[in-house]
Every structure is written in structure tokens, then in C-alpha cells.
């Protein structure tokens, strides 16, 4: 399998990648080109195209029915598709004969400029505000999602692939061959799983990733999302990220692992004794923010049965120890690895204006010194503040967040808001779980 994944570098030498590209494309027997984005709400999307039109959608775009795309109908211009050319991936459960390929793609008008309402445009606006705090902000997510069985007529069922628990083995673990042809798959795509397991639920199952920049994870994720369910499918399974799908087990979330790099030094220090004021500060102003963002990383109905049981984060505090119910925890461990895990996102998320909100709120927090507070442990507080309990409660929130209405603009804000109210009223009009099912299932 060939492998072509040129290294993001700030794109100094972009006309080069895309005559990299251009070449391979001609050279490499390929035959289809997909351009992937996604959805306001994190669902994946993309149009293919033929190598013949390469040339001109990385100069000119090519254009899509926007009014169809939920994000995209508001806009009073033509909008195009942008391939970022450093984000070529074969993907390698295509055949090998007449190859597949796929890029990423940031929205923009005719003349090229980002359109204000793209999400992969937003994140990056925030990232380039980070750099001029001398900082670098490096994301590794952790991805929990379950394996259902498919009935007779292929259709996805509520039966789990198998009944394991963590960490169990085959013949218990009957996902063991469809992660390991994920992870391989991803390998070869460019990205870095670090591990997988069975995960506590029956067909749960979980692969986490090694850290990269925030563009290139929120990328992966999307990628990683997109991946599993091909290879569930092409295994004559199911597989789905919805946050809770049985009310008696363990729910799916997605930690998010971030460390902060000033002179390409990890300034996180976990269990050494040191402290570094712009850290903790970062770190102070996600704590302080976390409820208003909870309605973009916490976006279902759904998403709101998992906090709060069975190891799922319910109160806004941190902790250095194992305390399940505290939205952050700090792992012991130092020197590069070291980093701080927010606990409440789940992997349903739309992870470009997740990762945008959490570095403008780190960013926040070092702007005003924002000191961090004691651990939970240290506390004592009878009554700790905790994350809205539900969908309906983080939308009043997040409407009227200063952080929020400051990187999204308004009307990306008001589409959002709109559409989550609507499916709080359509789940509470009849059986949530029904709705849920129904609306989540078939997309998350």
C-alpha cells in the first residue's frame, strides 16, 4: 500500500505539495478524489471528483449545494471546497486498483477567502492566536464507540457485537480484529494510534491517538470517525459513537488530552513540583468556560445521560487522582507526555469548533492571569458546581456566552442553537430513546 502524507509545515512550500500531489496522483493509478468537510454539527461529509479536476479545485474550488448542507444554508454567496493539499490520505480499505484518495477542505468564497461560518477556518484563526502567545496547543484524543450487529437485510440492530468487559481478550472480545485492522488502516493513513482495547461496555471498544497539533487532530477525528465505520461495515457490523446508547452501561466519551509548547518545550508539569503560571492560567480559563462550551462538546440530547455515571465526569473541578466525577484530571506523568484530560467531551462533537473554544478559553485565561484553583480534594466544597445536566440547559448558556458569541459568529451561533432547541423539544414531545434512535443513530 503506498503511503503519501506530505508533513504540515505552515504550507511555506504549498505550490510544492500540490505538485507532489499532482504527480502522485498522475503516477500512483488514481481514480477518484474525495473532498471531505464536514457538517455545522460534525457530521461528515464529502464530493468526489476526478483527477482531471484536481488542478482546478486547488486553484478555483469546486462548488457544492450548500442550501443541503445544515451550517452552509445561510450564506448569501456561492461557497467552494479548498483541498488542503497537506492532508492527502489513500485510504487503504478502498481497492488497491483505481485508488481512492482524500483531502480535507476548508470553505471559501470564489476569491478565495476562508468563509466566516468554516469551522476548519475558525479552529485555525485560533491557533494562529496561540502562536502569538509563543504557544503551540497539541490535542491526542481518546475514542470510545460501540460495535453492533447487523440484521439480515444489512440494517444496523441494538445487539452488541459481544458481551466483554474491559481490557477482556478473545474469544470474550470479539472486536479484536476489527480494531486491529482500524489501527493498521490509520497507519497507513498517516496518523498515530498509540493503543486499543475492549472497552467496559458489551461491544464497547476504544482507540486512543498519539498528540498532534489542533488542526491535524480535529482532521484525524473526523478521519478516525469515518474510518471505523467502513471497516464495522465491511466486517458486517455496526459502529457508533452515540454517546449512551444503553441506559445501564457505560457511555462513549472522548478525552481530550492537551499539553501547551512555548519554544517547542512542554510547559505542563503534572508530578514534579514545578509550576508555570501561563499553564495553569490556560488551564483556569477551560475550567471557568466549560459550561458554556458544553452544548458544542456535548451536542446530543443524548450526550447529557452520561454525565455522572459509571466513570462519567459530573462537577467542574480537577483532580490529580482517579476522581471519575471531576471534569479534569492531571495524570502523573512528566516531561513530554505531560498534560491535562478534560473528561465531559463525547466523540459526536464537531471537533474544529470544539478545539477552537477550548484554546480561546485557555487563551482567556492567560490574557487575565486567571491563578488556578485547589484540586477538588482540596476544596471541601458541600455544594461543587456542575456541568449542565441537560442539552436544553447548555444551549441558554451558550447563547448568551461572551466566550462563545467572541470565536463563532452569530449566525453560526443562532443556526446551532436553533436546530439543537428544536430536537430538546422533538425528544421531549414523545420516547427520547425513540427520538434518539431515530434522529442520532443512523449519522453518530
Not at 82 to 109: E, K, M, N, Y
Not at 277 to 286: C, D, K, T
Request: proline fraction near 6%; aromatic fraction near 10%.
Amino acid at each position: 500500500m503506498y503511503r503519501f502524507r506530505p508533513e504540515r509545515n505552515g504550507h511555506e512550500n504549498m505550490d510544492n505539495t500540490i505538485s507532489e500531489v499532482l504527480s502522485f496522483v498522475e503516477e500512483n493509478d488514481v481514480k477518484f478524489i474525495r473532498l471531505a468537510f464536514c457538517d455545522l454539527f460534525g457530521v461528515h461529509k464529502n464530493i468526489t471528483i476526478m483527477p482531471s479536476e484536481l488542478p482546478r479545485a486547488f486553484t478555483r474550488g469546486i462548488s457544492f449545494e450548500q442550501a443541503a448542507v445544515n451550517g452552509f444554508k445561510g450564506a448569501k454567496e456561492d461557497l467552494y471546497l479548498f483541498p488542503d493539499a497537506g492532508t492527502v490520505s489513500v485510504l487503504p480499505w478502498r481497492p488497491s486498483q483505481g485508488r481512492v484518495i482524500r483531502f480535507f477542505c476548508d470553505i471559501r468564497h470564489a476569491d478565495g477567502t476562508p468563509y466566516e461560518g468554516c469551522a476548519r477556518s475558525i479552529l485555525k484563526r485560533e491557533i494562529a492566536r496561540a502562536a502569538q502567545f509563543g504557544l503551540s496547543c497539541r490535542i491526542g484524543t481518546e475514542c470510545e464507540f460501540y460495535l453492533f450487529r447487523n440484521d439480515e437485510n444489512g440494517e444496523p440492530t441494538m445487539i452488541p457485537h459481544d458481551h466483554a468487559g474491559y481490557a477482556d481478550i478473545a474469544p470474550l472480545d470479539r472486536g479484536e480484529n476489527v480494531r486491529r485492522e482500524i489501527c493498521l488502516s490509520l497507519e497507513e493513513m498517516g496518523f498515530r494510534p498509540e493503543s486499543s482495547h475492549h472497552e467496559s461496555g458489551p461491544g464497547q471498544n476504544e482507540i486512543d491517538f498519539h498528540f498532534s497539533d489542533a488542526l491535524s487532530a480535529a482532521d484525524n477525528l473526523l478521519a478516525f470517525r469515518a474510518a471505523v465505520k467502513a471497516i464495522a461495515s465491511k466486517n458486517g457490523l455496526y459502529a457508533s459513537f452515540l454517546p449512551k446508547p444503553f441506559p445501564e452501561h457505560s457511555g462513549s466519551g472522548m478525552h481530550v488530552n492537551f499539553s501547551l509548547s512555548r519554544g517547542g518545550k512542554n510547559i505542563i508539569h503534572a508530578c514534579d513540583g514545578q509550576h508555570d503560571a501561563m499553564s495553569e492560567s490556560f488551564v483556569e480559563g477551560v475550567l471557568r468556560h466549560v459550561s458554556e462550551m458544553t452544548a458544542f462538546l456535548n451536542p446530543l440530547t443524548n450526550s447529557y445521560s452520561r454525565f455522572g455515571a459509571l466513570s462519567a465526569p459530573q462537577y467542574i473541578g480537577w483532580t490529580k487522582g482517579t476522581d471519575d466525577l471531576q471534569v479534569m484530571r492531571v495524570p502523573q506523568v512528566s516531561g513530554e507526555h505531560a498534560r491535562i484530560e478534560l473528561c465531559s467531551p463525547d466523540p459526536c462533537c464537531n471537533p474544529y469548533l470544539a478545539f477552537a473554544l477550548l484554546i480561546e478559553s485557555g487563551l482567556e485565561g492567560i490574557e487575565n492571569g486567571y491563578p488556578l484553583r485547589a484540586p477538588a480534594a482540596e476544596t471541601g466544597a458541600s455544594e461543587p458546581e456542575q456541568l449542565p445536566d441537560t442539552l436544553e440547559a447548555a444551549l441558554v448558556i451558550a447563547r448568551s456566552s461572551a466566550l462563545v458569541n467572541r470565536v463563532f459568529p452569530r449566525q453560526l451561533v443562532e443556526q446551532y442553537c436553533e436546530a439543537k432547541e428544536k430536537e430538546c423539544r422533538d425528544s421531549s414531545a414523545g420516547n427520547a430513546q425513540a427520538f434518539e434512535r431515530a434522529h442520532y443513530f443512523p449519522y453518530y
